[in-house]
């Protein structure tokens, strides 16, 4: 979708894939060639690649590259700016709607419940008689 749209494409590599730990791996060997396939694709088609060997050195290559990119591909995020003040108000006009029903619903299953001596009901019953206890 990244490249259709020519939106800018950010990879984080590890150096040497075969040299991490075996659980890491894939040992499938169609998956295997799926995985290098993939890593070639990426290595052909995408311009920013940032290789790491270690854990840390991921989160230092992440650290140092990311606010970098941002600043360079400067874009609107899902949520344009300009609709979220927008989505905001439109949030708090439900959270009132939803208060304001869930007090409706308290007050009528309140009035239900309130009976006064003239009132006049029809409901339904049996009666079963023994005779002789």
Known sequence: ???????????????QPESREIRLQETHPQLKDKFLAFRKKLLLDVNHIFYFKTP????????????????QHIGQGWVPA?????????IKLLKSKILQLEQQ???SSAQVNEVAPQDVFAFEYQIQAFQDG
């Open 82 to 90: 300009h609709q979220a003040h927008h989505l905001e108000d439109e």
């Open 56 to 71: 840390r050195e991921l989160e230092l290559a992440v650290r140092l590259n990311m606010p970098l990119m941002v600043e």
């Open 105 to 107: 619903l308290a007050e």
């Open 1 to 15: 979708y990244a490249l259709s749209q020519a939106k800018p494409i950010i990879v984080f590599m590890h150096e």
